[in-house]
């Protein structure tokens, strides 16, 4: 689907596209994932730096690696994993980008007010 080509998506892109943002709406995840693109982490150190508990950071690794967002390798008995996809950063940089254009003509607005 091209953006000027007028064509809906089929309903099974739109089903896949809901899921994809439905994994991006937990703030746990989006969290997980910026420590990651600080660097290869392991668990361990997940929870020190996040305060969740090892099921809850291991339930959502699960999810954020079967959407490929997040791939993991083994040294030793530990699990290291990493950020694999730059598409989550570059949302969140136009998602914020947006809301900092939406707040500025906000405030404009109650400037001439």
Not at 40 to 67: K, N, Y
Not at 76 to 89: K, N, P, T, W
Not at 98 to 107: D, T, V, W
């Amino acid at each position: 689907m091209t953006p000027m080509s007028g064509d809906m998506p089929s309903p099974q892109l739109l089903e896949e596209f809901s899921q994809f943002f439905r994994l991006l709406s937990e703030p746990a995840r989006l969290q997980l994932i910026c420590h990651l693109k600080q660097g290869p982490m392991d668990v361990a150190a997940l929870i020190e730096a996040t305060g969740f508990s090892q099921s809850h950071i291991s339930r959502q690794l699960g999810q954020l690696q079967r959407a490929g967002l997040v791939s993991c390798e083994r040294d030793g008995v530990r699990m290291i994993y990493q950020a694999q996809d730059e598409l989550v950063s570059d949302l969140c940089n136009l998602v914020q980008k947006r809301m900092k254009q939406r707040l500025e003509a906000q405030l404009e607005q109650l400037q001439i007010a």
